[in-house]
């Protein structure tokens, strides 16, 4: 499928995601890096959707601080 597809599924797969590695005690943060194209007015929606259920997205690049690492 297409990544506007995969992004109207995020909460689904971020559960899927907890479900396999609970077991494991790993914890599960489902993020998204997209390119300057999801920022047309056409993705408003869909990506106000990924924020509202605790998904996170970036444009180009994935801050290190949000994985917890910092560049010294």
């Known amino acids: 499928g297409s990544v506007d597809e995969k992004l109207q599924t995020s909460d ?7 479900k396999l590695l609970a077991p494991l005690g790993v914890e599960v943060e489902y993020i998204y890096v997209l390119s300057d194209w999801f920022t047309k ?3 408003t929606d869909v990506l106000n959707y990924v ?14 601080e ?5 560049v010294e």
């Open 12 to 18: 689904f797969k971020k559960k899927q995601y907890v």
């Open 41 to 43: 007015k056409r993705y």
């Open 51 to 64: 924020q509202a259920i605790g998904g996170k997205y970036f444009f180009g690049e994935l801050p290190l």
């Open 66 to 70: 949000v994985l917890g690492l910092t």
